[in-house]
Each structure stands twice: as structure tokens, then as C-alpha cells.
């Protein structure tokens, strides 16, 4: 059963669960901090495919199988998965997924990818339209630079203001029963642009996104930023983090002591030169799927809001001056059913 | 002695006009593309006007072998194939005088593309 | 949204940490400079060996080009050009590397439309305004017989 609250949130009784999650990353996020808790790592960002296209084709594959046999599911259990990427079409899912024979909705959600599918695939559970469901998501560094900024090889310069594309994939299974962790709400987000036009600050382009749904989702539940242990946003990174907090301050709500972002968790910022942190559907992704789920299961962290956000331009819109606009999607996760 | 004040002035105005262009990436919201384009038209325009010649005889490869330095072979070669040809000149003395840059950029670029691949960065 | 599009963006602006110039505009001075040196003593050293100052100047730019290939392709002009930013991006040097790294690039796309069709994705303006500039110039020297 699924019913409104509010004007704009979900709630799903019988609340579906996460049944499997697994993450794969590349080298560089396994020189991260959150190193120990992704399932597969790639030896250098090829995964042994000729093209970087196949490469993040590949990482969708391997999560997708790795949540699987996690989860002790096959592909005969699964009735739909809901995936999508950064490249054009999305074709590292298209290509990624063919093989496995499930029924497949396509989605482009930028970077909030992972909370877009995420949510389609509990809302389609907690309905009955299935018993299981698969999202995943992914994005690559080398193929996300070559469709987006400049040729691997090139000597420009980022600005400090800039993100580094996460080499990563995250899939996660959702089930109709069992245990927690559980997708207890859903909050679909309205695209916000505030007028952001710098293709370097990200952040800054997808905060107002992420400030208005939250706000959103609290005002429709009457709940607080305290009542959760963790306001997890996508890749919002440095600058986007700073923006959103300050945001949500004029709306006298201060999330600053459980705000936390992938984008910031999954670099070491001072070690690791990606300027403003990650970025990339992978990012929010292999994150969710790793450290954040993983203490969910052992009971470290209860109650998460899951608010990944993407930039959804493209190349030409910003060559034609158009400015950048954000969406955010929520998801609450927790480990008390509803 | 000589041979030292050529090389410093060279590293002085080599090194000035780099600076120039990193003032225009920090302060403005100019891409590398467009800089790069800001710097062979401003070339042109300096060499036609009279200024850059100065420049290139003072400075040597200082002045030529930045950007600029490929506005002031492209006016430069225009100038000398007007005088020549006159109107044909207008069209043939900037590839004329560039031609050597140009063909060793794509006969490189060719040969070094089909030989290594590109990496990853970290 | 409770705030304009003009107070947000007084406000990132006020978020954004700015490019230390400081640090990157001495080193575009330094590693350009240093570039010009090279490209200087290539410049003597073939007039050294014989010939004219013009084609020795030809054969210099042509040297550094080569050598901003040979390191684009051995993935360490990224990394140089990082440090250096400008410095090595307004010598020759950033115009071959301009040509050599999408070649690189989109070879995975074949040789005809990918290699050779995305050569000059980023350094074909610079030849295009270049030339026409220089039109312009041959186009005003004849129309007004400066020459």
C-alpha cells in the first residue's frame, strides 16, 4: 500500500526492503577512506574492457550480479531494474544490463540516478507490481571527461571549484519482505535552477535542488532534521554542501550536524587532488551501496535520508548559454519498518 | 655574456605573456580554447599595427614561440606574400608561413595517436 | 526557493574558494619562460649547425611541438600542464598538445571519424580566427596600398 503525505511524499507501507546491495569502484576510490567497504575493485579503470565505454558497461554488470548472489537472488527472481547512466542514451546500462534478460526501465536522472531508480524500484515493490526489484547505476571517470569536458590526455586546468567523476557503480535489491533495512518514504524532487551557469561548480548548480526537497519531505512528514542519524546528500561536494546548509538556514531549518555528502566521504580531500570533491551517478552509488548500507546492517545508523542530485544539462545547453538546473530526489531509509 | 642576455630574454617575455594568460584562466571566465584563439587573433592584431615585431627581434623566441608568435608568422607571411602577389597574397601567405607549425602538429599528432593509447588520470 | 537568483549567487560566489594566483600565475611564468629558453636553444643550436635564422626559428617551434606530442602521448603532459597551467598551454607547446590529446582520445572511434575527424576539436578555432585575421590584414594591406 501506498499512500501520500503531504503534498509531495510517498509513503510505502509494507515497506519494501533492501534485500542486497553491492558496490564496485576503481583504484583511486579504493585509496579513499572508504576503501574496505566496496565489494569489487578494479586494477586500473579498464576492467579489463578495450574502451572506457565498456569499462562502465562492465561495472554496472559486475554490481548488478555481485548485489545478486549477495542477496542469494538469481535473474529469474528479479521482474524489473531500473538503471541509468551519464553517457549519451545511457548506454553503459543499456549495453551493461542486455544480457541479463529483466525486464528494463531506462532512466536519466544525471547524478541522482541512484535515488531515481531506488525509488521506482520500491515504489514498484511496495504496489505488488513485483516481489523483486534491481537499481543500479553508474558513472566513469575517462568516459564522463570525454563526453563532458576535455580529452583525457589535454593539459587544461580545473578550477578549485571543479569535481572529480567517480569511477564506480552501485546496485541494490529490493525485495517485498524480510528484514531492514527498509525504504520506508519517497520524495520525487521539481527541478530547481537558480540560475548557475559555471559547468565547474556542480555544487552549487544542484544545492537548491537538494534544499527543496528536503524541505519538502520535512514539512510534509512534520519530522526534523534530528529525528535521522544521517542527511546523506549525493555530490553536492564542497561548495554545494556549504550552499545547501546556508539554504536551508533561511528556511530556519539547520541541518549542519547530520548533513553529510558521497561526494565528500569518498576522496581523502586532502590527499586526493579532486578540488571539490566527487562527483557522478557512481558516486552517490557506490557510497549508498558500501559504507552507508553496510552500517545500516550491522545497526551503526538507523535512519537515513537519502537525497541524491543531479545536473541535468548537457553539453550543447551549456555551449548555448543556457543556465544549469538541479534535481534532487529523496529516499528514507531506516532500519524500523512503518 | 650575450649568449646568457639572449636566453633571459627569452625566459622574461616568454614568461610574461604565460603570465598573461593564466591572469586571463584566474580572472575571467575564459576557457582554455578561447584563450588560446584571445592569443594567435591578438597576434595578428599586434604585428599589423607594428608592435610585435619589435617584441620578436628583442625577445626571439620569447616572442615567437608563444601563441602570439603564430599570429606573427600568419601577419607576417601576409604581409611579405602581398607585397609579391597582391591579392593572391591576402589568402596564401598565412598558411604559407604557418604551413611547417601545422603539418608538424598533425603528421605528430597522427603518429603519436596510433602509437600510444590514452591513460587514466590519478 | 525563499531567496533571488542574484542573492544566490552573491552567495556561492561567497562558497566558491578561488584559483590561488599567488601560486599558479609565478609558475606560468617560470615553466613558460622555461619553455622559450628550450625552444631558444634549439633555435641556436641549428643555427649552429648551419642554417639560416628563419628556418632555424621553423625547426625550433617544430621541435617543441614534437616534443609536447611525444609527452602528450606518454600521459605526462597532463600532468606538467597541471603544475604549469598557462605556462604550458600559450607556447606552442599547448597548441600541439591541443591537436595531439583528442586525436589520442577518439581513436576508439575510428581513424577516419573519430582520430582524424576530432584532431582539431579544441585547436581548430585557433587556426580559423588566426587565418582570418590574417585575411583581414592581407585584405587591408592591399585595399589601402600600405605595401
Not at chain 1, 83 to 109: E, H, K, M, T, W
Not at chain 1, 208 to 215: G, H, N, Q, S, V
Not at chain 1, 227 to 242: K, R
Not at chain 3, 87 to 111: D, M, Q, R
Request: charged share 15%.
Amino acid at each position: 500500500m501506498i499512500s501520500r503525505i503531504g503534498q509531495y511524499t510517498l509513503q510505502l507501507g509494507n515497506a519494501p526492503s533492501i534485500v542486497g546491495f553491492a558496490s564496485v569502484v576503481s583504484k583511486k576510490e579504493s585509496e579513499g577512506p572508504l576503501c574496505k567497504y566496496f565489494d569489487i575493485i578494479g586494477d586500473d579503470d579498464h576492467f579489463g574492457e578495450e574502451t572506457w565505454e565498456k569499462a562502465e558497461s562492465r561495472m554496472q554488470k559486475d554490481a548488478v550480479g555481485k548485489a545478486l548472489s549477495k542477496a542469494g537472488l538469481t535473474t529469474g527472481d528479479i521482474q524489473y531494474i531500473f538503471a541509468g547512466d551519464l553517457l549519451n542514451q545511457c548506454i553503459s546500462s543499456a549495453y551493461g544490463l542486455r544480457d541479463l534478460q529483466i525486464p528494463f526501465v531506462g532512466l536519466y536522472g544525471a547524478c541522482s540516478t541512484m535515488a531515481e531508480s531506488l525509488s521506482m524500484a520500491s515504489i514498484f515493490t511496495a504496489a505488488g507490481a513485483c516481489t523483486n526489484a534491481v537499481a543500479v547505476t553508474s558513472s566513469h571517470f575517462c568516459s564522463a571527461e570525454r563526453q563532458f569536458r576535455f580529452p583525457l590526455e589535454y593539459g587544461g586546468v580545473r578550477t578549485p571549484t571543479a569535481q572529480w567523476t567517480v569511477t564506480g557503480s552501485g546496485s541494490v535489491v529490493v525485495g517485498s519482505h524480510l528484514n531492514g533495512p527498509y525504504v520506508n518514504m519517497v520524495t520525487i524532487g521539481k527541478i530547481q535552477d537558480m540560475g548557475i551557469k559555471d559547468l565547474n561548480n556542480m555544487g552549487a548548480a544542484m544545492a537548491p535542488a537538494a534544499a527543496d526537497t528536503i524541505k519538502c519531505f520535512l514539512e510534509d512528514t512534520g519530522k526534523k532534521p534530528e529525528d535521522f542519524d544521517m542527511i546523506l546528500t549525493g555530490d553536492l561536494g564542497l561548495v554545494g554542501s556549504e550552499l545547501l546548509v546556508k539554504l536551508l538556514l533561511k528556511d530556519d531549518i539547520d541541518i549542519s550536524k547530520k548533513h553529510q555528502d558521497c561526494g565528500l566521504l569518498i576522496y581523502d580531500l586532502e590527499k586526493q587532488d579532486v578540488h571539490a570533491g566527487g562527483s557522478g551517478c557512481g558516486c552517490s552509488g557506490s557510497v549508498l551501496c558500501s559504507y552507508i548500507l553496510n552500517n545500516m546492517q550491522n545497526g551503526a545508523i538507523n535512519d537515513v535520508l537519502f537525497v541524491a542530485t543531479g545536473a541535468l544539462m548537457s553539453t550543447t545547453s551549456v555551449q548555448q548559454g543556457e543556465s544549469i538546473p538541479g534535481i534532487a530526489h529523496l529516499v528514507y531509509l531506516s532500519n524500523q519498518s512503518l | 655574456m650575450d649568449m646568457f642576455m639572449e636566453y633571459l630574454k627569452a625566459f622574461l617575455i616568454g614568461g610574461a605573456l604565460c603570465a598573461i594568460g593564466q591572469v586571463l584562466i584566474d580572472f575571467t571566465k575564459l576557457t582554455p580554447a578561447r584563450i588560446l584563439v584571445t592569443f594567435v587573433v591578438s597576434g595578428v592584431v599586434l604585428t599589423a599595427v607594428g608592435l610585435y615585431e619589435p617584441l620578436v627581434e628583442f625577445a626571439g623566441a620569447g616572442a615567437t614561440v608563444p601563441l602570439t608568435g603564430f599570429g606573427y608568422a600568419l601577419a607576417e607571411g601576409v604581409r611579405k606574400a602581398v607585397m609579391q602577389y597582391g591579392l593572391l597574397g591576402a589568402m596564401t601567405g598565412g598558411i604559407t608561413a604557418t604551413s611547417a607549425g601545422i603539418t608538424a602538429a598533425i603528421f605528430f599528432g597522427l603518429l603519436i595517436a596510433l602509437i600510444f593509447k590514452p591513460k587514466s588520470k590519478s | 526557493m525563499s531567496i533571488t537568483n542574484q542573492e544566490y549567487d552573491s552567495l556561492t560566489k561567497q562558497a566558491s574558494p578561488g584559483t590561488k594566483s599567488y601560486k599558479t600565475i609565478p609558475m606560468a611564468f617560470l615553466i613558460g619562460g622555461l619553455i622559450c629558453v628550450l625552444g631558444q636553444a634549439f633555435i641556436n643550436l641549428y643555427i649552429w649547425l648551419g642554417v639560416d635564422q628563419q628556418t632555424a626559428s621553423t625547426l625550433g617551434s617544430m621541435t617543441l611541438i614534437f616534443i609536447a606530442a611525444l609527452l602528450t602521448g606518454l600521459n605526462m603532459f597532463d600532468n606538467i600542464a597541471k603544475v604549469a597551467g598557462a605556462g604550458t598551454l600559450v607556447p606552442i607547446t599547448g597548441f600541439s598538445n591541443a591537436v595531439v590529446s583528442p586525436a589520442l582520445e577518439f581513436k576508439s572511434e575510428g581513424y577516419v571519424l573519430g582520430l582524424g575527424a576530432k584532431m582539431f576539436v579544441i585547436a581548430g578555432p585557433v587556426i580559423v580566427y588566426g587565418v582570418v585575421a590574417s585575411v583581414v590584414y592581407g585584405l587591408i594591406l592591399f585595399l589601402f596600398g600600405l605595401v
